[in-house]
């Protein structure tokens, strides 16, 4: 959350002459609501679920660059599908860059009420050792995009 995931994936499909696909605006697309409604109105595991159709139906077909949200490889079966058909790339930045970051939006229901910093915290003590299986491993600087972009070109060798 934060790490620029859609902004840093649009630059890279660009580069590599891909399309581009935002999974969260795929899910909205889908459900008619946007995300938050979805998780005020069914619930977390209800999105989850919703979220694995559409990253396996993203991924499943011609090659592009798919932006996921943060909770999408958390779930074994997602993650599964994702490292089955995928290049995994892990974006990752310090918690004061994404603390930052996100104070720009308000519509990020796991920190609907809670000081970003310490839901950041928490968030990162979980899902780190699980997003720490994706193949590549992206830091994420207070620097332009284009400097994270470049670094996963070089690690796709490319």
Same mark, same amino acid.
């Given at each position: 959350?934060?790490?620029?995931?859609?902004?840093?994936?649009?630059?890279l499909?660009t580069?590599?002459?891909?399309?581009?696909?935002?999974?969260?605006?795929?899910?909205?697309?889908?459900?008619?609501?946007?995300?938050?409604?979805?998780?005020?109105?069914?619930?977390?595991?209800?999105?989850?679920?919703?979220?694995?159709?559409?990253?396996?139906?993203?991924?499943?077909?011609?090659?592009?660059?798919?932006?996921?949200?943060?909770?999408?490889f958390?779930?074994?079966e997602?993650?599964a599908?994702?490292?089955?058909? %995928?290049?995994?790339?892990?974006l990752?930045?310090?918690?004061?860059?994404?603390?930052?970051?996100?104070?720009r939006?308000?519509?990020?229901?796991?920190?609907?009420?809670?000081? %970003?910093?310490?839901?950041?915290?928490?968030?990162?003590?979980?899902?780190?050792?699980?997003?720490?299986? %994706?193949?590549?491993?992206?830091?994420?600087?207070?620097?332009?995009?284009?400097?994270?972009?470049?670094?996963?070109?070089?690690?796709?060798?490319?």
């Amino acid at each position: 959350m934060g790490v620029g995931k859609s902004t840093v994936g649009k630059r890279l499909a660009t580069r590599l002459h891909l399309p581009f696909v935002d999974a969260d605006q795929e899910i909205e697309t889908a459900a008619g609501c946007t995300i938050p409604e979805i998780f005020e109105r069914f619930g977390e595991p209800a999105f989850r679920d919703g979220e694995k159709r559409v990253i396996a139906r993203l991924i499943d077909g011609a090659p592009k660059v798919v932006a996921t949200g943060g909770g999408a490889f958390m779930h074994p079966e997602t993650r599964a599908l994702i490292l089955e058909q %995928a290049t995994a790339i892990w974006l990752d930045a310090d918690i004061e860059v994404l603390a930052d970051r996100v104070r720009r939006r308000d519509d990020r229901p796991l920190l609907r009420g809670r000081d %970003a910093r310490e839901a950041l915290r928490e968030l990162a003590a979980v899902r780190n050792p699980i997003y720490a299986l %994706a193949p590549i491993h992206i830091r994420s600087q207070p620097h332009p995009h284009e400097a994270t972009v470049d670094a996963i070109l070089a690690a796709l060798g490319r």
